[in-house]
């Protein structure tokens, strides 16, 4: 198959998916503002969101889908269905206790991450989040459904499917907020509503899809099918791999925490310019990092289960190029180009010049670490199609630790955006740790041909760099704040002609664009 064209159809819908979200969060704006009622929501989805990213799209998924994709080339689509069976059987179990438990721990729940609230805020966090709970439940089995789909090469429906949760959040944000507020409820309950109808849309979704290939999943309800289910061994193996990716995947969550907590003392606005930066390189490891390793996993995990070596290493080969290939010119644009990024996005109303000035040095924080960032997202799978979730994880744990000593040294030099350039220098040490691993295991033989391609890479970075930075110091993006529309389009010319300098110069430097899109 053509793994850039995936790749590519993943990285569009990822967009379109991040533009949706942009919207959604600019109506939050919009019709609530920044009060007790808006931190409230926050606070609510957050809860959910953590578990999201703790089981559903971490753990889970890191443990399952080289399961899944080891059964079939080994077994065959039979044995892989009873496989799909028995882990939703047990994964439908799990989340009724886990809905159950957090709706009547939503008040502890609601004290641990928003102990400050006000007393009305905070009985509305709780209702929002016994509301919105059961969200967790539907995008646990979006992640199965997902992992399927992904291993059956069928990656829009799960790629596209994002995009419903931020529709339904806006179209209720619309529909409900008024009638709630007339009723004598908060409008912010509109948004809450949207989350839970989001959900269902996407697990929705994602149902045809996996019946088209006949790979619906068959669950149990019975306390005797549960035990069966509990007892085949492919949910034993998955079990016991998510441990350690449970851990790997917590760490990176501990890690925002810490963070989060230091930018809260670095002073007013420290912890939005964070975010804001945040918001921004989330972009390119969207549009890149997930769609290569919602590409690569099911491949490396299919080809290390047929025993060929040679594909997998190529498969590793290719992601690598593709990183390198893509992600440096997003990382010298983060470099080059933060301030006009930063004002174009952001710099109207409250969010003034100075904003504009801290924000982009934490984006600038970013993009020292972005492709390792990104190339993580390749070198992990590497390692999850082995089965093998806890080298990840120990790794993760070092470098968590790494991080926070250099957070000691950059920190008290460049305030918030130090915080930014300690992760992005604790990802390069992952990405390294994890690619010499693989090396280290012969699981990994770098291709003929890596300096000749870096050396093009990088002069085409080099020549894109310069027309940014020229860009960026010659013309005032703060002043050009006065016409919205006019530094909109001067930004979008300015993009089209980077893009344009980077790859004209790597097809005369020889690079042959097209036969990187060949089948690995």
């Given at each position: 198959?053509?793994?850039?064209?995936?790749?590519?159809?993943?990285?569009?819908?990822t967009?379109?998916?991040?533009?949706?979200?942009l919207?959604?969060?600019?109506?939050?704006a919009?019709?609530?503002?920044?009060?007790?009622?808006?931190?409230?929501?926050?606070?609510?989805?957050?809860?959910?969101?953590?578990?999201?990213?703790?089981?559903?799209?971490?753990?889970?998924?890191?443990?399952?889908?080289?399961?899944l994709?080891?059964?079939?080339?080994?077994h065959?689509?039979?044995?892989?269905?009873?496989?799909?069976?028995?882990?939703?059987?047990?994964?439908?179990?799990?989340?009724i206790?886990t809905?159950?438990?957090?709706?009547?721990?939503?008040?502890?729940?609601?004290?641990?991450?928003?102990?400050?609230?006000?007393?009305?805020?905070?009985?509305?966090?709780?209702?929002?989040?016994?509301?919105?709970?059961?969200?967790?439940?539907?995008?646990?089995?979006?992640?199965?459904?997902?992992?399927?789909?992904?291993?059956?090469?069928?990656?829009?429906?799960?790629?596209?499917?994002?995009?419903?949760?931020?529709?339904?959040?806006?179209?209720?944000?619309?529909?409900?907020?008024?009638?709630?507020?007339?009723?004598g409820?908060?409008?912010?309950?509109?948004?809450?509503?949207g989350?839970?109808?989001?959900?269902?849309?996407?697990?929705?979704?994602?149902?045809?899809?996996?019946?088209?290939?006949?790979?619906?999943?068959?669950?149990?309800?019975s306390?005797?099918?549960?035990?069966?289910?509990?007892?085949?061994?492919?949910?034993?193996r998955?079990?016991?791999?998510?441990?350690p990716?449970?851990?790997?995947?917590?760490?990176?969550?501990?890690?925002?925490?810490?963070?989060?907590?230091?930018?809260?003392?670095?002073?007013?606005?420290?912890?939005?310019?964070?975010n804001?930066?945040?918001?921004?390189?989330?972009?390119?490891?969207?549009?890149?990092?997930?769609?290569?390793?919602?590409?690569?996993?099911?491949?490396?995990?299919?080809?290390?289960?047929?025993?060929?070596?040679?594909?997998?290493?190529?498969?590793?080969?290719w992601?690598?190029?593709?990183?390198?290939?893509?992600?440096?010119?997003?990382a010298v644009?983060?470099?080059?180009?933060?301030?006009?990024?930063?004002?174009?996005?952001?710099?109207?109303?409250?969010f003034?010049?100075?904003?504009?000035a801290?924000?982009?040095?934490?984006?600038?924080?970013?993009?020292?670490?972005?492709?390792?960032?990104?190339?993580?997202?390749?070198?992990?799978?590497?390692?999850?199609?082995?089965?093998?979730?806890?080298?990840?994880?120990?790794?993760?744990?070092?470098?968590?630790?790494?991080?926070?000593?250099?957070?000691?040294?950059?920190?008290?030099?460049?305030?918030?955006?130090?915080?930014?350039?300690?992760?992005?220098?604790?990802?390069?040490?992952?990405?390294?740790?994890?690619?010499?691993?693989?090396?280290?295991?012969?699981?990994?033989?770098?291709?003929?041909?890596?300096?000749?391609?870096?050396?093009?890479?990088?002069?085409?970075?080099?020549?894109?760099?310069?027309?940014?930075w020229?860009?960026?110091?010659?013309?005032?993006?703060?002043?050009?704040?006065?016409?919205?529309?006019?530094r909109a389009?001067?930004?979008?010319?300015?993009?089209?002609?980077?893009?344009?300098?980077?790859?004209?110069?790597?097809?005369?430097?020889?690079?042959?664009?097209?036969?990187?899109?060949?089948?690995?």
């Open positions: 198959m053509n793994l850039l064209r995936a790749a590519s159809t993943i990285s569009l819908l967009l379109t998916s991040r533009i949706t979200g919207v959604r969060e600019q109506l939050v919009g019709l609530f503002g920044a009060t007790g009622f808006t931190d409230a929501f926050l606070v609510a989805f957050r809860i959910p969101n953590l578990l999201r990213r703790l089981f559903a799209e971490g753990a889970f998924s890191q443990a399952f889908v080289p399961l994709a080891a059964s079939r080339t080994t065959g689509d039979e044995a892989t269905h009873a496989l799909v069976d028995a882990v939703a059987t047990v994964l439908l179990w799990a989340l206790a809905s159950v438990l957090g709706i009547v721990a939503a008040p502890l729940l609601v004290w641990l991450l928003g102990g400050g609230l006000g007393p009305k805020a905070f009985d509305a966090s709780v209702v929002m989040t016994r509301f919105m709970f059961p969200y967790i439940g539907c995008m646990s089995l979006v992640a199965l459904s997902a992992g399927i789909l992904n291993t059956w090469r069928r990656f829009v429906v799960p790629a596209a499917s994002p995009v419903l949760l931020n529709l339904s959040m806006i179209a209720c944000g619309w529909a409900l907020v008024g009638p709630l507020e007339r009723a409820h908060p409008g912010i309950y509109g948004m809450a509503a989350v839970m109808l989001g959900g269902v849309l996407q697990l929705a979704v994602q149902w045809p899809a996996l019946a088209r290939i006949g790979m619906r999943p068959r669950m149990r309800w306390w005797r099918g549960l035990r069966e289910s509990q007892a085949h061994p492919g949910v034993r998955m079990l016991v791999n998510m441990g990716a449970l851990l790997g995947v917590g760490v990176s969550q501990l890690s925002l925490m810490i963070n989060t907590q230091i930018s809260s003392r670095l002073g007013e606005g420290a912890t939005s310019w964070l804001y930066a945040d918001r921004l390189m989330e972009f390119p490891i969207g549009l890149l990092g997930v769609a290569l390793s919602a590409v690569l996993t099911p491949q490396l995990s299919a080809a290390q289960a047929g025993g060929h070596n040679e594909r997998y290493s190529h498969l590793l080969d992601g690598l190029r593709m990183v390198l290939l893509l992600a440096l010119p997003c644009a983060l470099l080059a180009f933060a301030e006009p990024l930063t004002a174009v996005l952001y710099h109207r109303g409250k003034g010049a100075a904003d504009v801290h924000t982009a040095q934490s984006v600038m924080g970013w993009g020292v670490g972005l492709l390792g960032l990104i190339a993580v997202k390749v070198l992990a799978p590497g390692f999850y199609a082995r089965q093998d979730t806890g080298t990840p994880a120990r790794i993760a744990v070092a470098v968590l630790v790494l991080t926070q000593l250099f957070n000691l040294v950059f920190v008290p030099w460049f305030g918030v955006a130090g915080l930014a350039l300690s992760i992005g220098l604790g990802a390069l040490v992952n990405a390294s740790w994890l690619l010499w691993g693989l090396r280290k295991l012969g699981s990994y033989r770098p291709e003929p041909g890596w300096t000749a391609f870096g050396l093009r890479v990088g002069l085409g970075c080099a020549a894109m760099g310069l027309l940014q020229q860009l960026a110091t010659r013309l005032d993006w703060i002043e050009l704040g006065a016409h919205e529309f006019h389009l001067v930004m979008a010319a300015s993009l089209a002609g980077s893009a344009a300098v980077y790859f004209v110069v790597l097809m005369l430097a020889g690079v042959k664009l097209k036969a990187l899109s060949r089948p690995a």
